[in-house]
């Protein structure tokens, strides 16, 4: 599988912006997806996760109620809808794919394996 991240972009605060992961290959639904993001000086930090079968959604406390997190495994697609986006949601948004067997938390981005290049997201105050 390979992954692809789109929809970034330059959002007022308050704002929304959807992110899409498309993935290659026939067997994305056997795959459990993270989104992680980034700001320059910071660590890659944890925003959602949804497992294969969408049946377990994970998201970060700061995101929590503003953000969701979906699949559509017969478009081969992960997506993350942001809303009432922060100026402190600025960052590069990277999706995340790892196997279905791989028992490692949600949370951490030691669990993935597979990665999409990064999305930038830009909110103004």
């Known amino acids: 599988v390979q992954l692809q991240a789109s929809g970034g972009g330059l959002v007022q605060a308050g704002g929304s912006l959807g992110l899409s992961c498309a993935a290659s290959g026939r067997t994305f639904g056997s795959y459990d997806m993270g989104w992680f993001r980034q700001s320059p000086g910071k660590e890659r930090e944890f925003v959602a996760a949804?497992?294969?079968?969408?049946?377990?959604?994970f998201y970060a406390g700061s995101v929590k109620g503003r953000f969701t997190i979906s699949r559509d495994n017969a478009k081969n697609t992960a997506y993350l809808q942001m809303s009432s986006l922060k100026p402190e949601d600025t960052a590069v948004y990277y999706c995340?794919?790892?196997?279905?067997?791989?028992?490692?938390?949600?949370?951490?981005?030691?669990?993935?394996?597979?990665w999409g290049q990064g999305t930038l997201v830009t909110v103004s105050s």
């Open positions: 949804i497992s294969w079968s969408s049946f377990n959604v």
């Open positions: 995340a794919a790892v196997t279905k067997y791989n028992s490692g938390t949600y949370y951490s981005p030691r669990k993935y394996n597979i």
